[in-house]
C-alpha cells in the first residue's frame, strides 16, 4: 500500500491535468463539447457520468449552507438537464445560473467536503482495488491507473490493457516494464480516437512518460506535470 502523501502526489496529478491546479481548483465550471453537460470541481465531475448529482447530494447531506440553491440545481442535474449544451456561453439562463451557483458552492468547506468524498468512492477506492489486484506497488503506476478511471471512466483501464501484451506483476510480469507498456498503449489509444477533444488528452500519457524518462517511480518530490510544480 502507497502512503498518504503519496495517494496525495497522484490526486494532485490529475487535478493538474483536469485544472492546471495541482491542489485542485475545486470552483471549476464549465461544459465542453463533449455531451457531458456541466463539469465541476477540483477533477470535473460530470452531468452525463452522474459524479457531478452525487456531489451536489452529498453537500445536501452534510448540511451545506445554501440547501435551497443546491436543491434547484440538483432538479436540473437530475434530469440531465445540462448535456445538450456545448458551452456556458450557449447555454440556457437556467443552466447558466445553476454553473455560477456550483461556481460559488467551490469555496464551501462543505462543497470542497462532498467532491473529496464523492471521487473518493467512485474512483479512488476503484482505482486502488485494480492495483492491488494487479499487484501494483509503484506510486507512479496507481497514478497512471487512477488517471485513467477518471478520465475514461471504471473500465478504462480493462480497455487499454487489452491492447498491449506486457503482464502485469500479478502475472508474472515486472512492473516498470507493464507501467511504460499501459502508457504507450494509452497515448495510441487516446491519438487515435474519434473524438477530437480525446485526441487532444494525449498529453496526460505524454507526462506520465516523461515521469517514467525521470525514474519518478516513487513520486518523490520536488517535481513538475505540464509545468506545475506539486507543492
Not at 47 to 66: E, P
Not at 136 to 144: E, T
Request: some cysteine; charged content about 25%.
Amino acid at each position: 500500500m502507497i502512503t498518504k502523501e503519496q495517494i496525495r502526489i497522484c490526486k494532485a496529478i490529475v487535478s493538474i491535468f483536469e485544472t492546471g491546479n495541482a491542489q485542485g481548483d475545486y470552483t471549476k465550471t464549465t461544459i465542453l463539447s463533449d455531451g457531458a453537460g456541466i463539469s465541476y470541481g477540483a477533477h470535473q465531475a460530470t452531468d452525463r457520468a452522474g459524479s457531478l448529482d452525487r456531489i451536489v447530494k452529498r453537500y445536501l447531506a452534510l448540511g451545506g449552507a445554501r440547501q435551497e440553491d443546491a436543491r434547484r440545481v440538483l432538479e436540473l442535474l437530475d434530469d440531465d438537464g445540462t448535456i445538450r449544451h456545448s458551452s456556458l456561453s450557449s447555454a440556457s439562463p437556467e443552466v447558466r445560473a445553476a454553473a455560477q451557483i456550483l461556481r460559488e458552492l467551490g469555496s464551501e468547506p462543505t462543497m470542497i467536503e462532498a467532491q473529496d468524498q464523492i471521487f473518493d468512492e467512485l474512483y479512488w477506492r476503484p482505482a486502488q482495488y485494480q492495483c492491488e489486484a494487479m499487484a501494483l506497488v509503484l506510486p507512479l503506476s496507481w497514478a497512471v491507473v487512477y488517471d485513467t478511471c477518471v478520465h475514461s471512466g471504471l473500465k478504462g483501464v480493462d480497455r487499454i490493457r487489452a491492447r498491449f501484451p506486457a503482464a502485469c506483476p500479478a502475472n508474472g510480469g515486472l512492473e516498470t516494464s507493464w507501467t511504460a507498456a499501459y502508457v504507450e498503449a494509452r497515448r495510441a489509444y487516446l491519438a487515435g480516437h474519434s473524438n477530437e477533444l480525446v485526441r487532444r488528452t494525449v498529453y496526460r500519457p505524454d507526462a506520465f512518460a516523461a515521469l517514467i524518462r525521470e525514474r519518478r517511480w516513487s513520486l518523490a518530490l520536488p517535481f513538475a506535470v505540464r509545468g506545475v510544480a506539486i507543492p
